[in-house]
């Protein structure tokens, strides 16, 4: 049997990276049958289109994953393949939580012929049997013997072919470019960015978050050596295309376990499996100075914080009050150390944000070194226990917000300030981090770096724009290249020519970061 399996598009950024679940759900299809994937963040097609492609490729099995935000759009393409005729079978967060929406048993249309709950790893062979027998079941629960709810220990994970695989539509390089960017340094004729994981779970229940309800507090993790092999596997790849490949871990939290995580980049380092990587890590476990030594040795270039909030009353609300915003400073100061940074998140909306929230927080970033900041608004989703503390105050005014996608709009009242005002403050962070102006502060504020480290921020925020300000198509990208273009002037101006001395504080520093700081906090000229 041929097998689809499609992710939709989110609706707002191109894909930067691929989602783990096509290829895993792949490399655990039962011998015998063929699967392709269509990502639709890479390859954008139209409901019709797709159902089209599904009658010429022959296929007898479409299997559909999304997230919240992209399950209107699941649907209608999995509406689109029903008519055809082939059977879908819906998976991921979002369905696991509301079932009866996706059959149709909640007075609704029906949207999926079947739906697996929770983590696939154990029933999407039983689900490719099943289809392939033409005995399809409407539901698909992880359970032991005794009926049990069942959590894959992921010790008997599989080794993903990342060899062979074909990455085609993930190749980060414009296919016009890659014949000459081989030849450039050990090579950049591909570049992606490859989803890998190393363990799953948070027992930490943040209120906003489907994590600990979706997989459990119990937390699991791939042997160190299946790891290992894995970014050996990616290393080897990327070499024979003359390419690079950069890792997410996506693990919800990296070093949950610390001891773990050290024990797993030690061994990174022993095997020189080293490739750059970005993982999700909260700022309590980022304490220990011997943790981020093993992070920068490893390859870790960036890790993704979700700080949330600066005021601790917000953080109580949503049962992160583990985050202390006193420590967030001396966080991110540890990692740029070693030139380590960090992509912040914050969320904007909570209970106790009024309206200057957004500037308060900026205050803030601007003493920091500089990262990737990143804002968003309070979403209620299904299941978590944000939703069903807001439905019961009878505070949602979208309930079922995800029947029509709104990038950055809320779906319920904050208590101090106007749902307008909650949209107005998050404009405002984008806007003043990512301004032109910003984006050479960021760059000027690594001035006591070597330029690589520059480049890398400045290309960084570029993209990052992009998941707020519209940035797809050829004309955006020159709009925002000619706004930028000092910095792009002065950033290839010094890769040519060199750069000219900067002075010195009397210990033989680079003052330039004080500075910027000094200018960007408006304490300078
Ligand atoms: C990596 C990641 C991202 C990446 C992007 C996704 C990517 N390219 O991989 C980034 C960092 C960009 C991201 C962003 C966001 N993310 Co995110 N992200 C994750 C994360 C950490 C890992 C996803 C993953 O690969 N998991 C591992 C795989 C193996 O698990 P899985 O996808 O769930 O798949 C398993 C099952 O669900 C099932 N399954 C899944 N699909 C299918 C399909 C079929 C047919 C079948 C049979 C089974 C099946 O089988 C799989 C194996 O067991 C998850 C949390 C988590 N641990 O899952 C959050 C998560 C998916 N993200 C979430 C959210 C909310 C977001 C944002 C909206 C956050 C924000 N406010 O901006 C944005 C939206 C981005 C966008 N533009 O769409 C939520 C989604 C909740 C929901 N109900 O939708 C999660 C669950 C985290 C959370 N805080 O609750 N995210
Ligand atoms: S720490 Fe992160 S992954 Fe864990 S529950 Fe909180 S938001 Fe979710």
Not at 106 to 134: K, Q, S, Y
Not at 297 to 326: H, Q, T
Not at 343 to 366: C, K, P, Y
């Amino acid at each position: 049997m041929n097998i689809l399996l499609y992710n939709p598009d989110n609706g707002v950024t191109r894909n930067f990276m691929p989602h783990l679940w096509m290829f895993l759900l792949q490399a655990l299809t039962p011998a015998g049958h063929e699967v392709l994937l269509i990502d639709g963040n890479a390859q954008i097609m139209t409901e019709a289109e797709i159902a089209q492609w599904v009658l010429d490729h022959d296929i007898g099995l479409v299997g559909i994953g999304a997230m919240t935000r992209m399950v209107a759009k699941a649907y209608r393409v999995a509406d689109a393949i029903r008519a055809t005729g082939v059977k879908v079978v819906m998976g991921g967060p979002h369905v696991t939580e509301l079932a009866d929406e996706a059959l149709g048993r909640d007075g609704g249309p029906r949207h999926a012929d079947a739906v697996a709950l929770g983590e696939a790893d154990a029933t999407w062979p039983l689900i490719v049997n099943d289809a392939a027998r033409g005995e399809l079941k409407e539901i698909y629960a992880p359970v032991d013997a005794t009926g049990k709810e069942s959590k894959p220990s992921l010790a008997d994970y599989p080794a993903i072919p990342w060899q062979s695989i074909d990455l085609d539509q993930f190749n980060l390089v414009p296919k016009a470019a890659t014949a000459m960017l081989q030849k450039v340094g050990e090579g950049w004729g591909t570049f992606r960015i490859i989803p890998v994981e190393s363990g799953r779970g948070c027992p930490y229940g943040c209120e906003f978050c489907t994590v600990t309800g979706f997989f459990g507090d119990s937390i699991r993790f791939r042997t160190n050596e299946s790891v290992v092999n894995e970014l050996l596997r990616l290393k080897k790849r990327a070499r024979s295309e003359k390419g690079q490949m950069a890792v997410f871990f996506i693990d919800d939290n990296f070093a949950i376990n610390v001891k773990r995580t050290k024990s797993l980049l030690r061994d990174i380092i022993a095997a020189g499996a080293q490739v750059h990587w970005v993982a999700q890590i909260s700022a309590n476990l980022l304490r220990d100075e011997e943790l981020i030594d093993l992070i920068a040795a490893s390859g870790g270039k960036w890790v993704f914080i979700g700080m949330e909030s600066i005021d601790p009353a917000n953080l109580k609300d949503v049962n992160k009050g583990f985050n202390k915003p006193g420590e967030y400073a001396a966080v991110l100061e540890r990692l740029a150390k070693r030139n380590v940074y960090a992509i912040t998140s914050f969320i904007f909306g909570m209970d106790n944000d009024t309206t200057g929230v957004a500037e308060r927080t900026l205050e803030q970033v601007r003493t920091w070194p500089p990262g990737l900041p990143i804002f968003g608004l309070l979403t209620p989703l299904p299941a978590t226990p944000l939703y069903k503390r807001l439905e019961t105050a009878g505070r949602l005014t979208r309930p079922k917000h995800w029947q029509e996608f709104i990038p950055f709009a809320m779906a319920h009242t904050p208590l101090k300030m106007t749902i307008e005002e909650a949209h107005a403050e998050v404009n405002y962070g984008w806007d003043h981090s990512y301004s032109p102006e910003a984006l050479a502060l960021a760059v000027e504020s690594l001035a006591d770096q070597p330029l690589g480290y520059r480049i890398n921020i400045f290309l960084a925020r570029l993209c990052f724009r992009g998941i707020y300000f519209p940035m797809m198509g050829r004309l955006a990208w020159l709009k925002v290249i000619a706004q930028n273009r000092r910095t792009i002037f002065s950033l290839a101006k010094e890769a040519v020519f060199g750069r000219k001395s900067r002075p010195r504080t009397p210990d033989g520093e680079i003052p330039c970061r004080d500075a910027a700081r000094e200018v960007s906090s408006g304490v300078g000229a």
